[in-house]
C-alpha cells in the first residue's frame, strides 16, 4: 500500500502565472520612472560640478588677491580649468595655476557628463581678487531627456544655480 509523504509542497502553474504577470506589471510601471530618474540625476551632477568649479574659482581669486580664470569647453567635451593664466590654451595640460611657485595643471574633463549638453555664452569667466566681482557668464546644462538647468554669475561674482525642470533648485 502507497502512503502519501505529507502535503504537497510547491507552486501551481498558475500561481506561477500570476506571480509573473504582477512582475511584470510592477515593471512597466517602474522602468519609465528609474529611466527618468538616472537622466535627472545626470544633469543634477553636472551642474553641481561646474557650480563647486565656479565657487572654488572664486575663493582662489579672494584667497589670492588676483585675477583668476575659469576656462571652459562645456560645449564640447565637458572640460574646464581654474587658472592664473588668462592666454592659455584649454586642453593638453595648457593652463596651469601657480602653486607655491610651481605651475600646476589644473585641468579636468569630464567624460562622465557626455550625455548632457552644455551651452555658454562666456568660456573664459573671470573673477577679481579684490571683491570677487566677474564677467558675467550664463551656463545652461541639458539632460538627455531635455531637463534645463541653469547657472548664472552676476557682474558682481554671485553665482546661482536654478531650475524649471528639475526639482531641488530654486525656479528660474
Not at 557628463?113 to 546644462?141: E, H, K, M, P
Amino acid at each position: 500500500m502507497l502512503q502519501s509523504a505529507g502535503p504537497n509542497r510547491g507552486f501551481t502553474l498558475i500561481e506561477l502565472m500570476v506571480t509573473v504577470a504582477i512582475l511584470a506589471i510592477l515593471l512597466t510601471i517602474g522602468v519609465p520612472s528609474m529611466t527618468s530618474f538616472f537622466d535627472r540625476q545626470k544633469v543634477v551632477a553636472a551642474a553641481e560640478a561646474v557650480y563647486s568649479a565656479l565657487q572654488e574659482t572664486k575663493s582662489e581669486a579672494l584667497s589670492r588677491s588676483t585675477q583668476i580664470y575659469f576656462k571652459n569647453n562645456l560645449g564640447s567635451s565637458f572640460t574646464w580649468a581654474i587658472t592664473d593664466q588668462n592666454s592659455c590654451t584649454l586642453g593638453g595640460g595648457g593652463c596651469t595655476i601657480n602653486v607655491n611657485g610651481s605651475d600646476i595643471s589644473n585641468e579636468f574633463k569630464h567624460s562622465s557628463f557626455n550625455d548632457v549638453t552644455a551651452s555658454t555664452n562666456n568660456q573664459n569667466i573671470s573673477f577679481d581678487g579684490t571683491r570677487g566681482a566677474s564677467n558675467a557668464a550664463s551656463i545652461g546644462l541639458t539632460s538627455p531627456n531635455g531637463k534645463l538647468i541653469s547657472i548664472s554669475v552676476s557682474a558682481l561674482g554671485r553665482i546661482s544655480i536654478c531650475s524649471d525642470d528639475v526639482g531641488g533648485y530654486k525656479s528660474c
